[in-house]
């Protein structure tokens, strides 16, 4: 009888999500409809691209992170892609870290658990990109202009460890507002990077257990860390195994100084959020916009074989919610916001941890896989909504929001995705953020496939 092949029926590694192996340029891309004149900067979106063909077992956050790139000014467009040089990518192979499937190992020199691929966000902060993963991480820099690898960020030798995904920048300061976290032990840390690249701030916040969070809150003043019911289990703690289970017990959010402080700490009900929406302050409250997890009344699909699990975990499902913290009395108060599904939410970064009117998500198609098949505007303070969908059997990518030279509007400007069909087909659609279900003012032709991925941000041209 012959063996399985893992590959064959890991569906993260076909269609939408198999990956491109070539390093790809091209200038004066071919455009239908118009590129706004006044749309000037760069998108740019990570995600998990395999350099080899897996062996063994293979989670899709395992896979070598890549960065896609599109640069508008002028009306005209170029396209990039490049891999991020990590560490353990350069070692092609001989890491003795492996993929979450596998045993943790400790590695000399190393302080994470597992492969380092900075495959899962991308954020803008001191004039250069950096590359992020999820799990906690060496941040690696990247320049904006080429996507080549600077190297791995360590803030001159400051940081004192890792910094997890969904770290964030301020608008207003320039400082990067970082979290970290151990797999295996009952901590968490928070931290803060100056706009030149100084730490200028670090704390250790003591848990209850070791936790699994995925992003944090910023606020002008706090951030906002998730203490969520996600955790490991006594046997993965033992063994340093990726098993996990939902406990019976609630959420709590660690509201902290962002200069350093105590930290008050507000119970929910119980719920996993993987992604925020944005935070900011109102008068004694702290007010968390998310995006909170619902069951996906879906079932395992036996045709994955052993990857059926991964692909029903993958298969997010969410509502929006606000939590306000009350940082007088101590109070929390939990609103739902609507019951529409939606995930990966982005904002108007000029706007980020301060108030916002408006956010942007992704609305999944009907199936296990994760496919992005239209896209939702957000009134944050009616809860109505504007949807735009993506054309038949195309997909799109987490977008982000690009400011109109010299807007003042929060909405003054474009969504920026890129977009795959199941012919292999990419593109780059620009879409009018203040009319937004009208089809794109501008679709971009690149020049080779976008696998399908994870975060993304924009980046104005004076960056």
Same mark, same amino acid.
């Given at each position: 009888?012959?063996e399985?092949?893992?590959?064959? %029926?890991?569906p993260?590694l ?6 491109v192996?070539?390093e790809?340029s ?5 455009v239908?409809?118009?590129?706004p004149?006044?749309l000037?900067?760069?998108?740019f979106?990570?995600?998990p691209?395999p350099?080899?063909?897996?062996k063994?077992?293979h989670?899709?956050?395992d896979g ?7 640069w508008?000014?002028?009306?005209r ?6 891999? %991020? ?9 001989a890491? /003795?870290l492996?993929?979450?499937f596998?045993p943790?190992?400790e590695?000399? @020199?190393?302080?994470?658990?597992y492969r ?5 966000d991308?954020i ?7 590359a ?8 690696v820099?990247v ?6 690898t600077?190297g791995?960020?360590?803030f001159g030798?400051k940081?004192?460890?890792n ?7 301020d608008?207003?300061t320039?400082? #990067?507002?970082?979290f970290d976290?151990a797999?295996?032990? /009952?901590?968490?840390?928070?931290g803060t990077v100056?706009?030149?690249g100084? #730490?200028?701030q ?5 848990? /209850?257990?070791p936790?699994l969070?995925?992003?944090?809150g910023m606020?002008?003043?706090y ?6 019911p996600v955790?490991?289990?006594e ?8 098993q ?11 509201v ?5 402080g105590?930290v ?5 009900p ?6 925020v929406?944005n935070?900011w302050?109102? @008068?004694?409250?702290?007010v968390?916009?998310?995006?909170k997890?619902?069951p996906n ?8 074989g052993p ?5 029903d %975990?993958?298969?997010l ?12 009395t101590?109070?929390?108060r ?6 529409a599904?939606?995930e990966?939410?982005?904002?108007n970064?000029a706007?980020a941890?301060?108030k ?7 609305i ?7 496919r992005?098949?239209?896209?939702l505007k957000?009134?944050?303070q009616?809860?109505q ?5 993506f ?7 987490e /977008?982000?929001?690009?400011?109109r030279?010299?807007a003042?509007e929060e909405?003054?400007g474009? #969504? ?14 620009v879409?009018?953020?203040?009319n937004?279900s ?5 679709r971009v ?13 924009w980046a104005?041209?004076?960056?």
């Amino acid at each position: 009888m012959c063996e399985m092949n893992l590959n064959d %029926v890991n569906p993260y590694l076909h269609g939408l999500y198999a990956p491109v192996r070539e390093e790809v340029s091209a200038d004066d891309l071919p455009v239908i409809g118009e590129i706004p004149r006044e749309l000037h900067g760069a998108y740019f979106r990570n995600g998990p691209n395999p350099a080899e063909p897996p062996k063994g077992m293979h989670h899709w956050f395992d896979g070598d992170g890549m960065i896609h790139g599109i640069w508008f000014e002028n009306g005209r467009a170029r396209y990039r892609n490049r891999y %991020v040089q990590t560490e353990d990518l350069k070692l092609n192979g001989a890491s /003795p870290l492996g993929g979450i499937f596998e045993p943790s190992r400790e590695a000399a @020199g190393r302080k994470v658990n597992y492969r380092d691929t900075a495959n899962t966000d991308v954020i803008v902060h001191n004039g250069k990109l950096l590359a992020l993963w999820y799990i906690s991480g060496q941040p690696v820099a990247v320049d904006m202009e080429t996507l080549e690898t600077i190297g791995a960020e360590n803030f001159g030798g400051k940081l004192p460890r890792n910094i997890s995904a969904h770290s964030k920048t301020d608008p207003q300061t320039g400082e #990067l507002v970082f979290f970290d976290y151990a797999l295996y032990e /009952p901590k968490m840390w928070t931290g803060t990077v100056s706009r030149e690249g100084a #730490l200028t701030q670090f704390q250790e916040i003591g848990l /209850p257990g070791p936790r699994l969070p995925h992003d944090m809150g910023m606020t002008e003043n706090y951030v906002i860390l998730h203490d969520l019911p996600v955790i490991f289990s006594e046997q993965a703690i033992r063994n340093r195994l990726w098993q996990i289970h939902v406990a019976d017990q609630p959420t709590r959010f660690g509201v902290v100084p962002r200069k350093g402080g105590d930290v008050k700490w507000f119970e929910f009900p119980t719920c996993y959020v993987y992604h925020v929406i944005n935070s900011w302050e109102d @008068g004694d409250e702290v007010v968390m916009a998310a995006c909170k997890m619902v069951p996906n009344g879906l079932k395992p699909d036996p045709k994955y074989g052993p990857y059926a699990a991964m692909a029903d %975990v993958l298969a997010l499902r969410a509502q929006p919610f606000l939590w306000r913290m009350n940082m007088k009395t101590g109070e929390g108060r939990e609103e739902q916001i609507d019951d529409a599904l939606s995930e990966f939410p982005v904002v108007n970064n000029a706007y980020a941890g301060r108030k916002t009117r408006y956010s942007y998500h992704v609305i999944f198609d009907d199936c296990i896989e994760q496919r992005f098949s239209a896209l939702l505007k957000y009134d944050l303070q009616t809860g109505q909504s504007e949807r735009h969908d993506f054309p038949k059997g195309v997909y799109g990518s987490e /977008p982000a929001f690009a400011s109109r030279t010299g807007a003042i509007e929060e909405d003054d400007g474009w #969504l920026v995705t890129f977009t795959t069909d199941m012919d292999g087909k990419s593109e780059a659609h620009v879409i009018d953020a203040r009319n937004f279900s009208a089809p794109p003012v501008a679709r971009v032709t690149l020049p080779c496939r976008v696998p399908a991925g994870f975060h993304g941000i924009w980046a104005q041209g004076a960056q």
